[in-house]
């Protein structure tokens, strides 16, 4: 007569026993050795011999409906400086970005921190076609403005575009600023610009932005409230908490000096 195999319970089951080394290389690669039982129905780490045991924990986890897909959505970085460079133009300026020939354009960003991220966005959105300038503090050879001249009224003799890039127009070549066709002012960015971008990152975004609490973040501080399996809410959470914390931060100093 067979036995009856005996069903197991969903999830990792791995009896308590007395410590031994292992041999790591025997084990493959992504092996994760673990003590516990995972219940699913619980959301929590169960010991198979004793459920009362100490050190069980739940996974926190978020509403479904608010973490974004696993595809088709655009990374952290890229929703953001998307939204900030839609919000400080118009369709038809873009449009002349793409094909107009010849142009002579300056990009103001808020800070130091944009001037790459822009720069990789307006090369991925308007091609390489461009000659880009992109300035986040004086050239090593200590020429300021004077430097990349030459470049830039070669290039638009030839017939390309010029672009220069930084948050403090000083840093661009003096050429470049005096032949500039149009500037575009990125702005630090508002709550409808944030709700764009987290909307594009997680799906949706039911959320409301305060434009004040915004202005103690800097690109890197936002940036790094967007996570992975991050629903909107949490992301408004985490802005809010980070401008809260910095607040604190200048207050101190402030109060100190």
């Known amino acids: 007569?067979?036995?009856t195999k005996r069903r197991r319970s969903p999830g990792i089951e791995v009896r308590w026993g007395k410590k031994r080394l292992v041999d790591q290389h025997c084990m493959a690669p992504g092996?994760?050795?673990i003590d516990r039982i995972f219940d699913?129905?619980?959301?929590?780490?169960?010991?198979?011999?004793?459920?009362?045991?100490?050190?069980?924990?739940?996974?926190?986890?978020?509403?479904?409906?608010?973490?974004?897909?696993?595809?088709?959505?655009?990374?952290?970085?890229?929703?953001l400086v998307g939204a900030a460079f839609e919000a400080a133009t118009t369709s038809d300026?873009?449009?002349?970005?793409?094909?107009?020939?010849?142009?002579c354009v300056i990009v103001l960003v808020p800070t130091v921190a944009w001037v790459l991220p822009v720069s990789d966005h307006f090369r991925r959105s308007f091609g390489d076609r461009w000659l880009q300038h992109t300035r986040s503090g004086p050239n090593?050879?200590?020429l300021g403005g004077s430097s990349g001249s030459g470049a830039v009224s070669g290039a638009l003799t030839a017939g390309r575009s010029v672009v220069g890039i930084s948050a403090d127009i000083g840093l661009?070549?003096?050429?470049?600023?005096?032949?500039?066709?149009?500037?575009?002012?990125?702005?630090?960015?508002?709550?409808?610009?944030?709700?764009?971008a987290i909307g594009r990152f997680a799906g949706r975004a039911f959320v409301e932005l305060d434009d004040t609490v915004l202005l103690e973040l800097d690109l890197d501080d936002l940036i790094a409230a967007f996570r992975?399996?991050?629903?909107?809410?949490?992301?408004?959470?985490?802005?809010?908490a980070a401008a809260a914390a910095l607040r604190a931060i200048t207050d101190f100093k402030e109060a100190q000096a």
């Open 228 to 240: 992975p399996g991050t629903g909107a809410q949490r992301i408004a959470q985490r802005l809010a």
């Open 31 to 33: 092996t994760v050795l």
């Open 93 to 103: 300026l873009r449009r002349k970005l793409r094909h107009g020939q010849a142009l």
């Open 1 to 3: 007569m067979k036995k």
């Open 172 to 196: 661009l070549p003096r050429t470049l600023v005096g032949a500039a066709d149009l500037t575009i002012r990125l702005g630090p960015p508002s709550g409808a610009v944030l709700k764009t």
């Open 40 to 79: 699913r129905d619980r959301g929590r780490f169960e010991d198979p011999d004793d459920p009362a045991v100490e050190g069980n924990f739940y996974l926190e986890t978020e509403d479904d409906t608010d973490s974004p897909a696993p595809d088709g959505r655009p990374e952290a970085m890229t929703a």
């Open 140 to 142: 090593w050879r200590g």
